[in-house]
């Protein structure tokens, strides 16, 4: 009777580690496979295109931290035109994924395809830019940056620098002149960095001392920035004072365009533009610009987690920041070699 009972009781032992040892070697066979409801997740990503060195920095966080988080990641370029990224959520509703995620290129037109995604029953992540719907429960969280915050903080720092590096207006008026270029048309970030800077001079005690020149679109591309900026020098060369680009890569083209109209950049315009790209960090050591406001792009595995709490049914806040810094030019040497993108 002992002699069954130990064999029993041997059996089940078995039989309860297979149990446990299974589902672990389930979990980790799929080199820690995150899975809904025992499946892989599948994840719908639509991105904007390939316009930035940031935007490359971003497209490649996703990409490894989905990886990372054993998450498959169906990715699709829009290159540049919202109608691919519409075609593309309708592909990954019909493909059933397990949630989407985009980058909107711009704010308006989403609310018919995320209905259709609503109705779908398939959670919708907003990534990097903000969406204007008349629906806020058509999508379940957005992950980005603070658009509003990096435009006040471009006119904060030009104020303080202006005053203590004592600058004076190029042209003979007693206001400094200021052009902008800006980024996508009708884009979120555009639309709130140009905010940010206008209301934050609005509010300066400074703000006499300040005009907007000219302020145009140059698409967030270094060709375009180069462009635009060639044509506010045809027109005013001698009058300008400050370039405030809304992205480091417009500012890198506009660098060219100073140089190539024999001004200094950095001295003669003084430069700041947004997003902490490696790029802009040489040209500050090089002293060919004055200072980048970060905006960054390294989204991926915030993304990731949400979207495991949100399969997992856990509350996940509607608005997820990720942190930014301002680096002028005088930490641009130590800092360079910590970048990340
Ligand atoms: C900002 C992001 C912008 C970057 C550009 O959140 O959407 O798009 O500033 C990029 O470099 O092209």
């Avoid at 919202?82 to 509703?93: C, D, G, L, V």
């Avoid at 856990?314 to 997820?320: I, L, R, T, W, Y």
């Amino acid at each position: 009777m002992k002699k069954i009972l130990a064999m029993l009781l041997a059996v089940m032992m078995m039989v309860v580690a297979a149990g446990c040892g299974g589902g672990g070697d389930k979990a980790s066979s799929g080199s820690g496979a995150a899975s809904s409801g025992g499946k892989k997740i599948t994840m719908g990503f639509s991105q904007i295109g390939a316009e930035s060195e940031w935007r490359t920095a971003n497209t490649e966080s996703v990409k490894k931290a989905a990886e990372e988080a054993g998450i498959e990641l169906q990715f699709s370029d829009a290159q540049q035109k919202q109608e691919n990224q519409i075609k593309a959520i309708r592909s990954f509703i019909a493909q059933g994924v397990d949630i989407i995620a985009f980058v909107p290129i711009v704010e308006t037109g989403w609310d018919t395809v995320l209905k259709e995604a609503k109705d779908a029953k398939i959670p919708v992540i907003v990534v990097d830019r903000d969406v204007k719907l008349a629906d806020d429960s058509l999508y379940v969280a957005k992950i980005g940056t603070d658009s509003l915050t990096e435009g006040k903080n471009v006119f904060k720092w030009i104020d303080e620098y202006m005053t203590k590096e004592n600058k004076k207006p190029r042209g003979g008026t007693d206001q400094f002149q200021v052009v902008v270029l800006e980024g996508t048309v009708g884009s979120s970030v555009a639309n709130g960095r140009q905010k940010g800077f206008k209301d934050e001079m609005a509010a300066s005690p400074n703000a006499a001392k300040y005009n907007i020149l000219a302020s145009q679109t140059g698409e967030f591309t270094r060709q375009k920035g180069q462009e635009v900026m060639e044509s506010f020098l045809k027109s005013d060369r001698d009058k300008i004072d400050i370039l405030f680009a809304h992205n480091d890569d417009m500012a890198l083209g506009a660098i060219q365009a100073i140089e190539a109209a024999g001004l200094k950049p950095g001295k003669d315009i003084t430069i700041i533009s947004i997003d902490g790209v490696k790029g802009i960090f040489q040209a500050m050591i090089e002293g060919k610009a004055n200072c980048t406001v970060e905006c960054n792009p390294l989204q991926g595995p915030v993304l990731m987690e949400t979207a495991k709490k949100i399969l997992n049914g856990e509350k996940v806040e509607k608005m997820v920041y990720v942190p930014e810094g301002v680096f002028p030019a005088d930490v641009a040497e130590k800092t360079l070699p910590e970048r990340k993108y």
